[in-house]
């Protein structure tokens, strides 16, 4: 990846998805930290994704290795976030700069008050803590359009 992004001289970020077994690997690790040091011009462009059940079921891992990650300069994305899986104190704790709202929630959300007020609640949440929210797989038009008038930062289609 960082070949692309090194001969294509792209800038926008790319999100580097990483499983629970990968991050509690100590050799993964030590790799991960020679390549950032390596490359630190690059790694504000990665963003480490992880989901919000993983994280959730390995909290503890999850916590060290997203410090591990602020400290060389990463950046963290909680994908399909949704409240079963992860509070607003988790939320908190983690401090990563992109939610990734799950599926579910933006479907239909132009017709569900309910989700909705959620995703108005996740909103405010993310000015507060200053973390960016998206949604994924947004398919309607009316869905995007109140996406956007709730102000979300970003909505993949």
């Known amino acids: 990846m960082l070949n692309h992004i090194l001969s294509t001289?792209?800038?926008?970020?790319?999100?580097?998805?990483?499983?629970?077994?990968?991050i509690k690997n100590s050799r993964f690790r030590l790799w991960l930290k020679k390549l950032i040091k390596k490359n630190q011009f690059v790694t504000k462009q990665l963003v480490f994704s992880f989901s919000a059940y993983a994280v959730a079921k390995n909290l503890d891992t999850y916590l060290?290795?997203?410090?591990v990650l602020y400290q060389w300069g990463g950046r963290v994305m909680i994908k399909r976030f949704e409240t079963q899986s992860m509070s607003p104190d988790v939320t908190k704790k983690l401090n990563p700069d992109f939610i990734m709202i799950a599926r579910y929630i933006g479907d239909g959300i132009s017709l569900s008050k309910q989700k909705y007020e959620f995703v108005q609640s996740m909103q405010e949440l993310g000015g507060l803590l200053d973390i960016a929210v998206h949604a994924e797989n947004v398919q309607g038009d009316n869905d995007c359009y109140s996406f956007k008038a709730i102000g979300i930062a970003g909505v993949c289609r």
């Open 9 to 22: 001289l792209i800038s926008h970020a790319i999100a580097v998805n990483l499983s629970t077994s990968t």
């Open 64 to 67: 060290d290795f997203i410090d």
